[in-house]
């Protein structure tokens, strides 16, 4: 090990702490690796940890070495300055942080990344099927019950599975003078189509939702907080959070790097509080959650996880989607080696989350793609071919994990 600066002193008396104050004195502690700078001046780390589904516990995991040629290849490539892979299934999980936060800091397990629109189905997918667990919402319901768009046939379900025939996004951000008037132009937008007839995906469906959860509940961030991550322990995910360091910076905006400040324009200029994007998270947090729809129990019960996980729209053009979820596909992000059941979703900062409910497990990616290049399709090629590279990765070590 070598020991380059205060920051490895810290990250190492934090390993010390947290192996010994577990309770776990056969626990055993894997430092990070000692740190390498190519001559681009890329900062290459790695280390792997697990936790079980209650106790966070330091400790080694088997293979995490297989990470390190793919996470090196696309450092290298500037893809993304770092990041955190989880794996896992509902007793076990496995972390493997890699490279920075921002050239400085550490990326780690506890670092808050910008999740983009992982906010859809980490905040407003469990809002509604919350709402429908107890009553108070139905899919079957008139968007115009509760907001004021004229297309009365729109239904909550045509929001859920993005076949509302509502455009993919909107520019109002650009000119609008504040938040209501950009509401305002997605409920009268004009360019909306017949719903249930094709799947386009939509950022405005789920920034409809929202405003739909929020016409039930009044605050919405404290109904997810008091919903679902208070029961599932998630006591780092939410929106808008404090400055500081160990928040993964993103892309520039008005002349200032964004740092807890959401990516995305429509949510940026939403206040930072929205349906469709602008929620912070955790690699511990997120692994909670793809626990909870592996073995729903503490905020979900098991039909409505069922209910959200089927294909809804097989029968019209257009990705296949469930209830907020992107269902399994060749060409789904998750790569060859997921059953073909399997549901997931990404977010355009360079996150996804995919579980894999006949193999009852799970693959989560954390990075702040945007750190370096926001737009490009090369970029984003990259993260595709990442994020199945990771996940192939991933399910062959749970497989020889389980076989041995």
């Not at 296949?320 to 992107?326: E, P, R, T, V, Y």
């Not at 009852?360 to 990442?386: G, P, Q």
Request: with cysteine; net charge neutral; glycine share 8%.
């Amino acid at each position: 090990m070598i020991i380059e600066s205060a920051v490895d002193v810290c990250f190492i008396f934090l390993k010390l702490y947290y192996t010994i104050g577990s309770g776990f004195p056969n626990a055993h502690i894997l430092l990070p690796a000692a740190r390498e700078v190519d001559e681009s001046g890329v900062l290459f780390t790695g280390h792997g940890k697990w936790y079980n589904s209650s106790v966070i516990q330091w400790g080694c995991p088997m293979n995490v070495n297989c990470f390190s040629e793919i996470t090196e290849s696309f450092l290298r490539k500037r893809t993304f300055p770092g990041g955190i892979i989880g794996y896992g299934n509902a007793e076990k999980v496995s972390a493997y942080p890699f490279g920075t936060l921002d050239e400085n800091h550490l990326a780690t397990e506890s670092a808050l990344y910008d999740v983009a629109s992982l906010t859809k189905v980490l905040a407003t997918l469990p809002a509604v099927l919350t709402l429908l667990q107890k009553g108070k919402l139905d899919l079957e319901d008139p968007v115009s019950r509760y907001l004021p768009i004229p297309y009365r046939s729109i239904l909550v379900w045509h929001l859920l599975t993005h076949s509302s025939g509502f455009p993919p996004y909107s520019d109002a951000y650009k000119w609008a003078s504040g938040p209501e008037e950009i509401l305002k132009d997605i409920y009268q937008n004009p360019w909306v189509k017949e719903p249930g007839k094709e799947v386009v995906y939509s950022c405005l469906n789920f920034i409809l939702l929202k405003k739909i959860v929020e016409k039930i509940v009044g605050d919405y961030p404290a109904y997810l907080k008091e919903a679902v991550y208070e029961p599932l322990g998630m006591e780092k995910t939410g929106f808008l959070p404090d400055k500081r360091e160990d928040i993964a910076p993103t892309s520039f905006r008005n002349g200032e790097r964004l740092r807890g400040l959401v990516d995305d324009e429509l949510a940026y200029y939403l206040g930072g509080v929205s349906g469709n994007a602008g929620l912070f998270s955790c690699m511990n947090d997120l692994c909670r959650y793809a626990q909870e729809w592996i073995r729903p129990s503490r905020a979900l019960v098991p039909t409505v996880v069922a209910l959200a996980t089927r294909p809804w729209t097989s029968r019209i053009p257009g990705d296949l989607k469930g209830l907020g979820w992107a269902m399994h596909t060749s060409r789904s992000s998750d790569g060859p080696l997921f059953s073909s059941n399997s549901y997931g979703h990404t977010g355009f900062t360079g996150t996804s989350l995919w579980i894999d409910p006949d193999h009852r497990r799970f693959v989560c990616i954390l990075t702040n793609r945007c750190f370096y290049d926001r737009h490009t399709a090369e970029s984003k090629d990259a993260m595709w071919e990442f994020r199945r590279r990771v996940g192939q990765i991933a399910v062959s070590i749970m497989d020889s994990e389980r076989a041995g």
